[in-house]
């Protein structure tokens, strides 16, 4: 069965430093996700992709912040300058496309610790 | 904003009991998502609910959604220690399809 994969499962950063957080949606998915997970709390949308463009942002998502789909399979997010509180599970979605019911599957995450 | 709230926040049950979680919002939603996650992993679709009134059954596992599609109920037969885990409801915005806000979540501990 298909499945949206992430990487890597763990990353360990300085703070002020950039990480990129990888995912591979399932193939023939069109609209990518991107949700952050704190420790305890509740999942957070942070944004949604669509035909190479943001097509939907929180108010979490900001400057710091930056999404790519570089090539047909990867979708990347990227953190500037993390901080502290970057610390979190981040997960990658993906669902089929337009109309639908937007069902999103979600990879394993990738848990970010920020030191 | 879209908040859903679940409740109860946790819960805490013999095997065997029969069990009901609520997604509530004063916000109505195109269609609400049920997934339950596991520590360390991502959330897994369960089911997903479009219709007001809906009513899906999923094994023991039966949804429902309300008739104005603001709410959401899981309800559990005969749970099982199998069926531990956190449950959390995600509502679809009417407005844009692809932004979908989740619930905090209720936390289903089954006792053998």
């Known amino acids: 069965e298909p499945e949206v994969t992430q990487t890597p499962s763990h990353q360990v950063t300085q703070m002020g430093q950039e990480v990129i957080l990888r995912c591979v949606p399932i193939?023939?998915?069109?609209?990518f996700y991107w949700y952050r997970q704190i420790l305890g709390q509740k999942v957070e949308f942070l944004v949604s992709?669509?035909?190479?463009?943001?097509?939907?942002k929180s108010e979490i998502f900001d400057d710091q912040f930056s999404v790519e789909r570089p090539d047909g399979s990867n979708f990347t997010l990227k953190i500037r300058s993390t901080k502290l509180e970057d610390s979190a599970m981040y997960f990658c979605?993906?669902?089929?496309?337009?109309?639908?019911?937007?069902?999103?599957?979600f990879g394993p995450g990738t848990r970010l610790t920020v030191l | 904003t879209q908040l859903l709230e679940q409740s109860p926040q946790f819960l805490s049950i013999q095997e065997g009991e029969n069990l009901t979680v609520y997604c509530n919002s004063s916000?109505?939603?195109?269609?609400l998502q049920w997934y339950r996650q596991e520590p360390g992993e991502g959330p897994v679709l369960l089911v997903t609910?479009?219709?007001?009134?809906e009513v899906k059954k999923l094994k023991r596992l039966t949804f429902q959604f309300g008739d104005a599609r603001k709410d959401s109920s899981l309800h559990i037969t005969a749970a099982q220690p199998g069926d531990t885990g956190l449950y959390l409801c995600?509502?679809?915005?009417?407005?844009?399809?692809?932004?979908?806000?989740f619930g905090a979540g209720t936390r289903l501990t089954v006792k053998p």
């Open positions: 992709f669509y035909n190479n463009e943001i097509s939907e």
């Open positions: 916000s109505v939603f195109s269609s």
């Open positions: 193939s023939n998915h069109l609209y």
């Open positions: 979605a993906s669902s089929e496309g337009m109309g639908g019911h937007n069902e999103q599957f």
């Open positions: 609910v479009v219709t007001g009134g």
């Open positions: 995600a509502g679809a915005s009417l407005y844009n399809n692809n932004d979908m806000r």
